[in-house]
Nanobody
Framework: QVQLVESGGGLVQAGGSLRLSCAAS????????MGWFRQAPGKEREFVAF????????NYTGSVKGRFTISRDNAKNTVYLQMNLVKPEDTAVYYC?????????????????????WGQGTQVTVSS
């Protein structure tokens, strides 16, 4: 059974940094495409970042480009989201997601229903 567990959320001041982690268990992590999404109160779940199975391809939503970095350590079965220069509008519950597949078209990266497994989320609150 696949399990994804996020950690690292918390309260941070605007302009600060935070690193989220998502630890995976259950199957072969290196065969999964991974994504980070977020959901603010009253809003739909939003794509944040994507990373391919070997980490060679990454993709970000425009509002976080240049500030957030997604990475993975397949030896540790963990994907990270380094968040720098955070803004109050980054406040949300952050979720990691996994897709177990041989291929993943780039048009699918930002689509929540393209992912098979989800974590429970970790709250990130940015104060102004």
């Amino acid at each position: 059974q696949v399990q994804l567990v996020e950690s690292g959320g918390g309260l941070v001041q605007a302009g600060g940094s935070l690193r989220l982690s998502c630890a995976a268990s259950g199957r072969t992590f290196s065969s999964w495409f991974m994504g980070w999404f977020r959901q603010a109160p009253g809003k739909e779940r939003e794509f944040v970042a994507f990373i391919s199975r070997n980490g060679g391809t990454t993709n970000y939503t425009g509002s976080v480009k240049g500030r957030f970095t997604i990475s993975r350590d397949n030896a540790k079965n963990t994907v990270y989201l380094q968040m720098n220069l955070v803004k109050p509008e980054d406040t949300a519950v952050y979720y990691c997601a996994a897709r177990e597949a041989f291929v993943m078209d780039s048009s699918w990266y930002p689509q929540p229903n393209a992912y098979d497994y989800w974590g429970q989320g970790t709250q990130v609150t940015v104060s102004s």
